[in-house]
């Protein structure tokens, strides 16, 4: 499966973003899908996560109750609703899949093959 992220931009703090993360090929719900960034000179973190069947959002500390994961199969499209954004928000942004994920790898970046080529969200104060 290829993907290919977009959606980001400037934002001041405190404003909202919505990343998409769009599939190819026809199995979209198979995978499960994950957001994942990674700040200048930090290493790459988790966001976000969902499950297949059922879906189940999984997301860091960090951003929990402020960023949303949801999915589309019938759009073969994932999104990543970004509320009360803050500076240390400020990443580049990619959003990953694999079908062999389980639970307690979710939010390890080697748990996915497939990567977007990221998309650029920046937080002003």
């Known amino acids: 499966v290829q993907l290919q992220a977009s959606g980001g931009g400037l934002v001041q703090a405190g404003g909202s973003l919505r990343l998409s993360c769009i599939a190819s090929?026809?199995?979209?719900?198979?995978?499960?899908l994950a957001w994942f960034r990674q700040a200048p000179g930090k290493e790459r973190e988790f966001v976000a996560a969902d499950k297949r069947n059922p879906s189940r959002p999984y997301y860091a500390d960090s951003v929990k109750g402020r960023f949303t994961i949801s999915r589309d199969n019938a759009k073969n499209t994932a999104y990543l609703q970004m509320n009360s954004l803050q500076p240390e928000d400020t990443a580049v942004y990619y959003c990953?899949?694999?079908?062999?994920?389980?639970?307690?790898?979710?939010?390890?970046?080697?748990?996915?093959?497939?990567w977007g080529q990221g998309t650029l969200v920046t937080v002003s104060s």
């Open positions: 090929g026809r199995t979209f719900n198979r995978y499960a």
């Open positions: 990953a899949a694999d079908t062999g994920v389980i639970t307690s790898t979710m939010a390890e970046a080697s748990a996915y093959s497939y």
